[in-house]
Nanobody
Framework: QVQLVESGGGLVQAGGSLRLSCTASGRTFRSFAWGWFRQTPGKEREFVADINWNGNITSYTDSVKGRFTISRDNGKNTVFLQMNGLKPEDTAVYYC????????????WGRGTQVTVSS
């Protein structure tokens, strides 16, 4: 079973940037996209972005388009999320997943990384 470790979160002022990383160990499958999701207290986890195995197909939720960029390094089993122009509404715990289909996650979760954006 895959194990995921997310990192790179922190406290940043509105307009700032952060780069999240997620490294996977164990068995992963090329047929699945890898993705980022986020969750705030009392709300369901929501899709943020995903990327296919080759890295040439990405998709984003509308609220982050033009600000966030997902990428991956298959040699290091790592997926990244570059977040620019952060807004207070981006505050959440961010999770990655390595079994994403049609923007829904089917694999195990890591512990996530907290992103807090102050106004």
């Amino acid at each position: 079973q895959v194990q995921l470790v997310e990192s790179g979160g922190g406290l940043v002022q509105a307009g700032g940037s952060l780069r999240l990383s997620c490294t996977a160990s164990g068995r992963t499958f090329r047929s699945f996209a890898w993705g980022w999701f986020r969750q705030t207290p009392g709300k369901e986890r929501e899709f943020v972005a995903d990327i296919n195995w080759n890295g040439n197909i990405t998709s984003y939720t509308d609220s982050v388009k033009g600000r966030f960029t997902i990428s991956r390094d298959n040699g290091k089993n790592t997926v990244f999320l570059q977040m620019n122009g952060l807004k207070p509404e981006d505050t959440a715990v961010y999770y990655c997943n390595t079994e994403v289909v049609l923007q829904r996650a089917y694999g195990p979760w890591g512990r996530g990384t907290q992103v807090t954006v102050s106004s």
